[in-house]
T-cell receptor, first 112, second 114 residues
Framework: NAGVTQTPKFQVLKTGQSMTLQCAQDMNHEYMSWYRQDPGMGLRLIHY???????DQGEVPNGYNVSRSTTEDFPLRLLSAAPSQTSVYFC???????????FGSGTRLTVV | AQTVTQSQPEMSVQEAETVTLSCTYDTSENNYYLFWYKQPPSRQMILVIR??????QNATENRFSVNFQKAAKSFSLKISDSQLGDTAMYFC???????????FGGGTRLMVKP
């Protein structure tokens, strides 16, 4: 049982480049979400999904897109990378009922 | 909007002693869930303990227990018999019961000293 798998673990982008962070879960969880963690801070919600075909914005959505075509996958797209997007990104999933989220191992993204 | 506040940026404790991490929160929901997550240097987010707001009994998981005060909107974590492996960042988090998001506090860095 792999849980939540994020790829890549590390990435360096140049300003203006685009890329997709991949996230997959094998627990059949309804809910999936993306967070970013900046140094010395807690995690902040970027986008979330409560099921296939349904997505919505979180606290810091600007510059990011998501889609959820299947229950398992929830990719995060950076449209035009900016240095302010340098951060650690976490994908998480959960089933209904407040059971707590299972997190992926994170992606450290640096935009130069 | 809901908020979570952790007022202790850093704490330290001697091995085998007890330490309490503080957390306060604000939400307009009556039914919600509270969590403590541990983030060691590996950066993996690990669920430590979970509390359901409609349950008065405080949650316990081995050496970890909480003091949940709903009226005061307080949710502290007590770690007993601290071990070196407890050294990590600890985050308090609130689930708004819609299951679609967690709101995190800023974290407390805990150092367990030998």
């Amino acid at each position: 049982n792999a849980g939540v798998t994020q790829t890549p673990k590390f990435q360096v982008l140049k300003t203006g480049q685009s890329m997709t962070l991949q996230c997959a879960q094998d627990m059949n969880h309804e809910y999936m979400s993306w967070y970013r963690q900046d140094p010395g801070m807690g995690l902040r919600l970027i986008h979330y999904s409560v099921g296939a075909g349904i997505t919505d914005q979180g606290e810091v959505p600007n510059g990011y897109n998501v889609s959820r075509s299947t229950t398992e996958d929830f990719p995060l797209r950076l449209l035009s990378a900016a240095p302010s997007q340098t951060s650690v990104y976490f994908c998480a999933s959960s089933r209904a009922g407040g059971h707590g989220y299972t997190f992926g191992s994170g992606t450290r993204l640096t935009v130069v | 909007a809901q908020t979570v506040t952790q007022s202790q940026p850093e704490m330290s404790v001697q091995e085998a002693e007890t330490v309490t991490l503080s957390c306060t929160y604000d939400t307009s929901e009556n039914n919600y869930y509270l969590f403590w997550y541990k983030q060691p240097p590996s950066r993996q987010m690990i669920l430590v303990i979970r509390q359901e707001a409609y349950k008065q009994q405080n949650a316990t998981e081995n050496r970890f227990s909480v003091n949940f005060q709903k009226a005061a909107k307080s949710f502290s974590l007590k770690i007993s018999d601290s071990q070196l492996g407890d050294t990590a960042m600890y985050f308090c988090a609130l689930d708004n019961n819609a299951g679609n998001m967690l709101t995190f506090g800023g974290g407390t860095r805990l150092m367990v000293k030998p």
